[in-house]
């Protein structure tokens, strides 16, 4: 069973990257054929869908969020990584790394970042 699991810093600087890591197990993100997902959620809001890379390495991102936003993955370590750059307090929220085929059925805790000074 997909097991994940985010990491990363809980605290970011106005106008710095940041990054966060999704570490998977019970799975392979190269053998299941699953897309592997960022989404977030900011207080009182909805969930927003960042991007993804599927298992064959193919990548999709959100238009409102691509400038800014670079995923990527280390097969070797089965991680895939989020990096979303020139942060404002705006990117504070609950960030979850998820993963599916037709729907995503596992997801990571989602710890929160904040974004201040």
């Known amino acids: 069973q997909v097991q994940l699991q985010e990491s990363g810093p809980g605290l970011g600087k106005p106008s710095q990257t940041l990054s966060l890591t999704c570490t998977v197990s019970?799975?392979?993100?190269?053998?299941?054929?699953?897309?592997w997902s960022w989404i977030r959620q900011a207080p009182g809001k909805g969930l927003e869908w960042m991007g993804a890379?599927?298992?064959?390495?193919?990548?999709y991102d959100s238009p409102s969020l691509k400038s800014r936003t670079s995923i990527s993955r280390d097969t070797a370590k089965n991680q895939f990584t989020l990096q979303l750059s020139s942060v404002t307090p705006e990117d504070t929220a609950v960030y979850y790394c998820?993963?599916?085929?037709?729907?995503?059925?596992?997801w990571g805790k989602g710890p929160l970042v904040t974004v201040s000074s």
């Open positions: 998820a993963s599916g085929h037709y729907a995503l059925d596992s």
């Open positions: 019970g799975g392979s993100i190269t053998t299941n054929y699953y897309y």
């Open positions: 890379i599927a298992y064959s390495g193919s990548l």
